[in-house]
Each structure stands twice: as structure tokens, then as C-alpha cells.
């Protein structure tokens, strides 16, 4: 059995909505990086936590406080969604920083199958990002 532990970008959970359907269903499915377990090993999902926003001054320091989440709870593996991988200017420094504190934890790139290129999947959510949205500005200024 391999204890499996996902971390999200919270660009996609807490900015634009994700709820990790996607992750979840190819790990049900053992499609994208999923697949690379044995078949016959049982996939057991401990937890989804999602990074703790981009880093600013602190470096990888924050997403090692936050990643107890996961690793507390004995994960074989730690994987970085497909948005992390295709989004996250920080994956490398977060990458590494997670091998040097988790030598026994796998850090997996990657969750469910890639539907699209990373750069037609980068140009999707840069216009999910800019579209206009509804704010309390508008409320105040009367322009909802
Ligand atoms: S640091 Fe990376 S994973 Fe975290 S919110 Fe920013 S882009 Fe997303």
C-alpha cells in the first residue's frame, strides 16, 4: 500500500476554484502519474494540503511548516499537482527543499493525466486570471 499525500498550488484552490477533481479522479483511475505505482499496490490518499501561497522573503520555510500536514501522517509520497508543476516558478527550490527534510518521502511531479500542453494549460489559466471580475470596488462605486 503507498500512502499518498498531495500538495495543491492555492492559486488554483483558493483563487480560482480547483477542488482537485481532477487529481483525485486519476488517482481513483491510475492515470497520469498514478499509473507508474504497481498495479497491484493499493493507493491510499492521506491528504490534500494546499502550499501556502508564494513565498515572498521566506523561501521554501513556510511550505515546510505547512507540509507536516502531509508528513506527520507516515506518506510514502508527497505529489505536486499537474498546476504546481505547470505554474509554480518556485517548484524547483520547493522540490529540493523537501528531498533535503524528507529523504524517505518520494516527491512526485505531477498528479493527473496531461489533457493539453503546459503551455496552452499556462495561456488558459493566464486568461482565467486577467478576465474581469466583480468586486466590492464595484459594490461601493455602484458599477455591480
Ligand atoms: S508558491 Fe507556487 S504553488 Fe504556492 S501559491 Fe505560489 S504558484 Fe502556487
Known sequence: MARIGILTCSNATQ???C??????A???????????YPQDESLD???????????TLTGPDKLLQRIRGLTEFRVDAVHFTYCIKALCPFRKMYEKALKEAYPDIAIVIGT???????????????????SKKKTMVDLILNKE
Open 19 to 24: 477542488s482537485s477533481s481532477s487529481c483525485l
Open 26 to 36: 486519476d488517482l481513483r483511475k491510475r492515470k497520469g502519474a498514478f499509473s507508474k
Open 15 to 17: 483563487d480560482l476554484g
Open 112 to 130: 493527473h493525466q496531461e489533457r493539453i500542453t503546459e503551455q496552452k494549460y499556462r495561456e488558459r489559466i493566464k486568461k482565467l486570471f486577467s
Open 45 to 55: 490518499l492521506i491528504g490534500i494540503i494546499s502550499c501556502p501561497g508564494c513565498p
